[in-house]
């Protein structure tokens, strides 16, 4: 069994409160950083905070948290300990002014480049429209937000879906790993929408199924 139930990497404005809503659900959180041994970090996570590399051997699951300009990098680096591992993506791949998606020479997804980056490994978009500050928000009680998660495993996809539902949020199947391109679109939309004009907190997604 592994020690804990979960990883987060990166202990940021985001993956710091994802963790905190994940062990407010209960579960137990690994965090990556960089400045592991900071008293900053250590206050925060406690004796949970490691290396990246600790935080992705201590689970099964892991979330990537960091900037989109080091997320290629930073999984090209941690391949060797990410294998056999799910990855949830949580990061948006915009430029540096926030006006655009970054999507590269190919046109791809920012998660396509961390699938590709990452090696073998199941990646799942995930989390990646969900805004930091209304993480904190009541963990228990009819869910909210929702999460939208794509990725090609059927399998890795229900598990970060379950990951979402346990923390409280409404898990939304997106369908595969190409489609990531459109809630990264999707998230630049609601970051546009609600830090820009001032408009609303996030967006919702809503399947018209025809009826009625
Ligand atoms: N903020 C939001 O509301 C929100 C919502 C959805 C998705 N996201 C996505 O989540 C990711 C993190 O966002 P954030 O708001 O948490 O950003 P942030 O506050 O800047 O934190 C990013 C963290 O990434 C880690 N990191 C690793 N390598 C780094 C490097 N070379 N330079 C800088 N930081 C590095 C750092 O943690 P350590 O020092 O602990 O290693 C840093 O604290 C981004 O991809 C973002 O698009 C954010």
């Known amino acids: 069994m592994s020690a804990y139930d979960v990883s987060v990497l990166g202990a940021g404005k985001f993956g710091s409160a994802l963790a905190g809503r994940m062990r407010r659900a209960g579960l ?14 250590r206050a925060v996570h406690g004796g949970d ?13 892991v979330v990537l948290a960091v900037p989109w300009r080091v997320a290629v990098e ?9 294998a056999g591992r799910v990855l949830a993506d949580a990061t948006n791949p915009v430029t540096a002014d926030w006006s655009r998606l970054d999507v590269g020479e190919g046109g791809l997804s920012g998660a396509e480049r961390i ?35 794509c ?40 970051v546009k ?9 996030g967006l919702r997604l809503v399947l018209d199924t025809g009826a009625g």
């Not at 137990?28 to 041994?37: I, L, N």
């Not at 090209?76 to 990410?82: C, K, M, Q």
């Not at 805004?131 to 009819?142: Q, S």
């Not at 929408?193 to 907190?201: K, M, T, V």
Request: proline share 6%; with cysteine; net charge neutral.
């Open 115 to 149: 699938a590709a980056a990452a090696g073998g490994v199941e990646v799942v978009k995930a989390f990646n429209g969900l805004k930091a500050e209304l993480i904190d928000g009541p963990v228990h009680g009819p869910p909210v937000r929702q999460v939208w998660c």
């Open 74 to 82: 930073t999984t090209a680096r941690l391949r060797p300990v990410l």
């Open 151 to 190: 990725g090609d495993s059927d399998e890795a996809r229900a598990r970060v879906m379950t990951l979402a539902a346990r923390c409280g949020f409404l898990p939304v199947d997106c369908g595969r790993l190409e489609n990531a391109l459109c809630l990264e679109a999707a998230a630049l939309l609601w």
């Open 193 to 201: 929408l609600a830090y820009w004009e001032g408009r609303g907190e």
């Open 28 to 41: 137990r959180v690994a965090v990556g950083s960089r400045r592991h041994d900071t008293p900053q970090v």
């Open 49 to 61: 905070v490691m290396p990246y590399e600790d935080a992705c051997r201590a689970s099964g699951l």
